[in-house]
């Protein structure tokens, strides 16, 4: 068992032209992604989009129709999961509810064939690293749903593998707490230094864990690119509503701009196209009793919708959401301008409909 | 009828209405397990009269000929049919389980619709008497029959010999009567099946016996445990099949059982080979329980 010994973990992960069929459907179109070592990547999209199956297809739980994958510069495509240095943490932990969390975690070990002493020093590493040591003899029916979690976690990174993967893990925790997990991910990932894939429908998880994300839709991924790229110039109007809110505004071109059914607005540069949609996020769009130089609208305030940190306005014509930064409060059917500053307009891409 | 609207359920209450509820069952209990098993106890300690008749003479006699004294000196042959019955009815509890796995395996991965076609193809031999059954064996066993055949050119039996009576025969007619208790259990874990551990598993580079153990033996352990007791119990016990395919040389506990009420008439003697036969499937339970723990869920 040699070659199990030597870990390291600069290992990343290509996948090239994966298409993968159900029957008919097509569940993955022609993906193709890079993980750099190291890196803390998420595949994010809605249920049914292809994110699942293309983590399962990297565990080796499910065979590719085409394409390749590989860690490290090593082909894995044909490998059986048993044969991968790649270990999942599944959405529903998937723990042996026979074994105690110490023998959950020492599975992948025992499966190996390592050493009892070898094992005891692995498992209890990690078991303090995850703030487990206590619970080592309970079984899993016995843990809540973070601590199950943790222990999920602890028996796949015990295994040192090359690429962590991590399917939906917090879909079963409650929104506190899943809030607070993220942030740990996060932490343990940079840590361990370690290459993770993180498979996820919240747009707000996707944000805090990733260093790159991929967003997908219908078995293609549609945008690639660190948090802050997606989030402030996203590709299509399905990016822009998916990674938090826009206001998605019909427009067609008009010189130096586009003309909407608020008027004209000034853009920084020229669409591509003749008739299509700009966006803007609602906390961009500054709010004033003064006409702005450029871009302004007059708008009256509909409704309001208290946030906590903020209120979310909505305001006529449009419908716009604009999210304001201070507290004031703004009393709805007062006229106040808006201010589309042609640096905050987003020109999207959007395939032919 | 007695309502409870608005009154306070206290444990009190509870257990009188529990008690009240548990009284038929508890009447028949008494009535067919423990009074006839009481009936056994005595029987099992008197002494048969010259024409079969009880004496109600106190008397440990029946219980030291199961164990092999006789007037002529220690003989193993109680014992022996005894211990045979043990081994009887544990392969073909094995075999059955075996044989389960795959079947279940089987029909579980089948679409919706056929499942039920597959299922009651297992149930169909329950709807047909088991005395039929064992006949039917004999038809297909016969010297005529491809199975004798082969078994003649094979050099197995003489040529022009039926597959039958003998220990295989024995142990196929057990086996086909009773597959489908070990099944229909096992099958409603099967079905079950939270196949996200197998995958777990796999994925913790476990082999396939691992998988097997860790992953699929645990969680299918409630229906195999009953469609373990449901074929060890009444195996111990089963006398038809032997009787038909197993001749005379082949006798188990149930045929003893069976000649001591019926042809012998020596009532006291069955009785004390009851006994023995209930002692038994205790102890073999006991120790399945034991064992069973050991991997059961928790």
């Not at chain 1, 070592?37 to 809605?46: D, N, R």
Request: glycine fraction near 8%.
């Amino acid at each position: 068992m040699n070659q199990n010994q030597n870990f390291t973990t600069d290992k990343g992960l290509t996948a090239k032209h994966i298409c993968k069929y159900f029957g008919e459907v097509k569940a993955l179109d022609d993906v193709t992604l890079n993980v750099a070592p190291g890196e803390f990547f998420t595949l994010l999209g809605p249920s049914g989009c292809g994110k699942t199956t293309l983590l399962r297809i990297i565990a080796g739980l499910e065979l590719a129709d085409s394409g390749q994958i590989f860690t490290g510069g090593k082909d894995i495509t044909r490998l059986p999961a048993i044969k991968r240095q790649v270990n999942t943490v599944f959405q529903s932990y998937a723990l042996f509810p026979h074994l105690t969390v110490y023998e959950n975690v020492a599975f992948g070990l025992r499966s190996r064939k390592f050493h009892d002493a070898e094992i005891k020093k692995r498992v209890n590493r990690r078991l303090e690293m995850l703030d487990l040591s206590s619970m080592a003899q309970r079984h899993p029916h016995q843990l809540s749903g973070g601590q199950k979690q943790r222990v999920a976690l602890a028996r796949a990174l015990v295994n040192e593998p090359d690429v962590l993967l991590l399917d939906e893990p917090m879909s079963a925790l409650d929104a506190r707490l899943r809030a607070q997990v993220q942030e740990d991910l996060r932490r343990l990932q940079r840590k361990l230094g370690r290459t993770f894939i993180l498979v996820t429908h919240d747009q707000a998880e996707a944000l805090v864990c990733s260093d790159r994300l991929a967003v997908m839709r219908q078995g293609r991924i549609v945008q690639c690119g660190t948090p802050e790229e997606v989030y402030d110039d996203p590709r299509d109007s399905f990016v822009a509503k998916f990674l938090g809110a826009a206001n998605l505004i019909p427009c067609t071109k008009a010189p130096g701009g586009v003309q909407t059914a608020f008027g004209f607005l000034a853009l920084e540069k020229d669409p591509s196209w003749q008739e299509g949609t700009v966006a803007i996020r609602p906390e961009w769009i500054g709010i004033g009793d003064k006409e702005p130089e450029r871009n302004g609208i007059r708008a009256r305030v509909t409704e309001i919708v208290y946030r906590g940190s903020n209120f979310d306005l909505w305001l006529e014509p449009g419908p716009l959401r604009v999210r304001t930064s201070s507290y004031r409060r703004i009393d709805p059917g007062r006229e106040v301008w808006l201010e589309l500053a042609p640096k905050e307009l987003v020109i999207l891409e959007d395939e032919a409909r | 009828m007695i309502t409870w609207y608005g009154e306070l359920t206290t444990r009190k209450r509870l257990l009188k209405r529990g008690s009240l509820l548990l009284l038929p069952g508890m009447l028949w209990l008494m009535l067919f397990l423990v009074l006839p098993g009481l009936v056994l106890v005595v029987v099992s300690v008197i002494t048969r009269g010259a024409y079969g008749q009880l004496e109600w003479v106190f008397t440990l006699e029946n219980y030291k000929r199961l164990a092999g004294f006789t007037l002529f000196g220690w003989t193993p042959d109680y014992l022996m049919i005894l211990w045979r019955s043990v081994v009887v009815a544990f392969v073909t509890t094995l075999v059955s389980v075996i044989l389960s796995y795959p079947l279940c395996f089987f029909i579980a991965a089948r679409p919706e619709r056929s499942r039920y076609m597959w299922l009651t193809l297992v149930i169909i031999p329950f709807w047909t008497n088991m005395v039929i059954r064992a006949y039917a064996w004999f038809l297909i066993l016969a010297p005529e029959m491809p199975f004798a055949r082969l078994a003649a050119v094979l050099g197995f039996i003489p040529d022009g010999a039926p597959l039958y009576p003998n220990a295989f025969a024995v142990y196929l007619g057990m086996v086909s009567m009773f597959l489908p208790f070990v099944t229909l259990p096992l099958y409603a874990s099967v079905e079950r099946l939270d196949w996200s551990l197998v995958e777990a598993a796999q994925d913790l580079y476990a082999s396939r016996i691992r998988v097997l153990t860790q992953a699929i033996l645990p969680q299918t352990m409630p229906g195999l445990s009953v469609g373990i007791i449901l074929t060890f119990v009444p195996a111990m016990g089963m006398f038809v099949v032997p009787d038909l395919l197993g001749g005379a040389k082949y006798m188990l506990v149930g045929n003893l059982i069976q000649q001591q009420f019926g042809t012998s008439r020596d009532w006291p003697f069955g009785a004390a080979i009851s006994m023995g036969l209930m002692v038994l499937t205790m102890i073999g339970l006991q120790i399945y329980r034991r064992k069973g723990k050991e991997i059961e869920v928790v």
